[in-house]
DNA sequence: TAGCCTTAGTAAGTAAGCTGACTATTCTTA
DNA sequence: TAAGAATAGTCAGCTTACTTACTAAGGCTA
């Protein structure tokens, strides 16, 4: 199979991703983690009290896979949801302590990812930088 | 939201997929194709008659995943499984007529995407491929 | 202020993809 | 050649993520 060098660069990007996100997967597993949870603990984590629609915004999905990942979350303990007070239509999302404890573990995996798979070309992040910036979502 | 640039290469590079997906399958849906679907139609048309095992390899996907995306793509016509006359384990997996129009319509569908997603670069091509070559999968 | 429009979140349905476990063949080797 | 190992495909269960469609709440304007 070296017809690898006629695929098409949507064919590789696509692939590409797919086996990375592999690769954090099976280390995160043990933590009761997979990758779109860790980024979303991310984004509690740092952007304090959020609500769920601009949690989905951060992540870039849509507000639909947002609600049962959160739900998700919620049920291991790792993310609080409560009662917007100023909005009623609206929840406002934060990180326990526990769900802190785990993304710090986590975040401790990174090396081994990054040694299982070459990603740290400059020139590959500018690229999908760009893509990401000119790709209009929502 | 321009923590963009904060975001690790991993992240960057699941998100950039995901959007060009999303791009993708934007022109292929009135074909009733999706973008995965069109990766395993290519496949069967050049490989000839071919079995869900090879054809799963091929497209870097668990042979779990293979099989319902064959009975969606059969279930449309666009493909068809016959029985393996010299291994009664597996099957054979052609194109139909009505497989290959569609699928050369999808690849009419391509200067669409790509003008709408800028994946041009050179050094992008490069960087993918050396992710997915040194990325052993199964 | 009543009526409309917009926004926040949810629900239902589908597709893709994974893990783990299973059956039915085929191959291999003692 | 009989038994065990390997291979092909499927099934069940789960997660992510999409589309379309809905309800409830808030904002705006005539």
Redesign the interface.
């Known amino acids: ?1 070296p017809d ?2 006629l695929w ?17 997967n099976d280390k995160l597993r043990p933590l009761g983690l997979t ?1 779109p949870a860790v ?1 979303t603990l991310d984004a509690v984590a740092t952007a304090g009290p959020i609500t769920p629609g601009d949690l989905a ?2 992540v ?1 999905v849509q507000a639909q896979t947002m609600g049962p990942l959160l739900s998700r979350l919620e049920s291991r303990g790792f993310i609080r949801r409560e009662p917007n007070r100023f909005d009623r239509r609206s929840q406002l999302v934060s990180i326990t302590d526990l769900g802190r404890t785990l993304l710090e573990q986590s975040h401790r995996q ?1 090396n081994n ?1 990054l040694s ?6 400059e ?3 500018e ?9 209009n ?1 929502n």
Chains 1, 2 share one sequence.
């Open positions: 199979m690898m060098e098409p660069t949507s064919r590789l990007l696509s692939t590409a991703a797919r086996l990375v996100e592999l690769a954090w990758y980024l915004k951060s870039r990174e990812v299982a798979v070459n990603l740290d070309s020139d590959l992040r690229d999908l930088l760009a893509i990401v910036r000119h790709t979502f």
